[in-house]
């Protein structure tokens, strides 16, 4: 048939356009990841395991997902020396 559009336009259907990347809006986006991991490193009071965030994210909409955070940010190691560094320069201000 040459591809979906075409199979639902032979269909005698009208294919819907998918939203683009531009008008559809994230709801985590990077900072707002950041944001989250800060305020759990401030609610813990030390830089969670994969363990802990899972934890202390469970049931929490304010927070995003383990999963959401590696997909955004990267590796949890990255993540966590982020954090540290950022935790180490803190301190020395």
């Keep these: 048939m040459g591809g979906w559009t075409r199979a639902v336009t032979a269909a005698g259907m009208t294919p819907v356009t998918p ?4 008008t559809r809006r994230r709801r ?3 900072s707002a990841c950041w944001a ?19 934890r202390q ?3 929490r909409p304010d927070l995003p ?3 959401t955070l590696r ?5 949890w190691s990255a993540i966590t020396a982020q954090l540290a560094a950022e935790r180490e320069l803190a301190t020395l201000s």
Excluded: F, K, Q
């Excluded at 997909?71 to 590796?75: E, I, T």
């Design 57 to 59: 994210a469970a049931g």
């Design 71 to 75: 997909n955004r940010l990267g590796r």
């Design 28 to 30: 985590w986006t990077d």
């Design 36 to 54: 989250a991991l800060r305020g759990v490193v401030h609610e813990l009071g030390e830089i969670p395991t994969v363990l802990s965030y899972e």
């Design 65 to 67: 997902s383990c999963a």
């Design 19 to 22: 939203m683009s990347t531009t």
